[in-house]
């Protein structure tokens, strides 16, 4: 980083979320076997970091000294922000709050973000896009939170075939006009999130395999 400074490495283990706390406050939540590499103390004009893997960042904001992340595939920089970053196949970098500039490390080229947006950069084919997508559910692993934002049970339960590998069969009579707000604690096992479910949705479940059919109570 042309500093001299100590580098200071963190590994999540396998399987863990681990929180680092970097020199100015930025916190930073690595997933499954994540490596980062910073500098004990930032310089004066700049704040870079180095990662391998996903983690997800919540940047101290401080416009005079930009913040950056860069992987082997790509760069992103940031002024004080939320994002989720993911360097697997495709490198993804996923914004929830505020603004990042994503770069590809082979002039794949440079775009910028708002918020509820993912940029993939795919190694195979050099190409640089952009999705919109539900930004916080790249996210959900970092604090195990499923949130819902006026979500009608076709959205709730798509998320959930997602996080559980599951697939749902809602009964044709379902109520699907109404919407609810809130957050879901993802559990280790499909049953327990139904039943918090039915706390506030009027359902009733089965179970056969990893087919669950949903009905109105």
């Known amino acids: 980083n042309g500093t001299g400074q100590e580098m200071m490495v963190a590994v999540a283990n396998e399987g863990i979320v681990k929180e680092v706390v ?20 930032f310089s004066e004009k700049e704040r870079n970091v180095h990662l391998e893997g996903e ?17 082997d595939a790509m760069r992103v920089r940031v002024l004080g922000t939320t994002f989720n970053f993911k360097r697997c196949r495709i490198a993804e970098a996923t914004l929830i709050e505020g603004e990042i500039e994503v770069k590809g490390n082979k002039e794949e ?51 959930l ?29 499909i049953e327990s999130v139904l039943k918090s479910l039915q706390n506030s949705i009027p359902i009733d479940y089965k179970i056969v395999g990893s087919n669950i059919f949903i009905s109105p109570k």
Request: hydrophobic share 35%; glycine share 4%.
């Open 22 to 41: 970097l020199p100015d406050g930025t916190k930073v939540w690595l997933n499954n076997s994540a490596t980062l590499k910073y500098p004990r103390e």
């Open 55 to 71: 983690a997800y960042f919540e940047v101290t904001k401080n416009r005079h000294k930009p913040f950056t992340v860069q992987s």
């Open 109 to 159: 080229g440079q775009i910028i973000l708002a918020p509820g947006q993912r940029a993939e950069l795919n190694k195979n084919n050099g190409r640089l896009t952009v999705k919109q997508v539900d930004a916080k559910m790249d996210a959900v692993w970092h604090n195990n939170l499923i949130p819902f934002q006026k979500a009608d049970i076709f959205t709730i339960t798509k998320a």
């Open 161 to 189: 075939e997602r996080f559980y590998d599951v697939k749902i069969i809602l009964s044709p009579d379902i109520q699907s006009n109404k919407t609810y707000s809130g957050v879901l604690k993802r559990k280790s096992d």
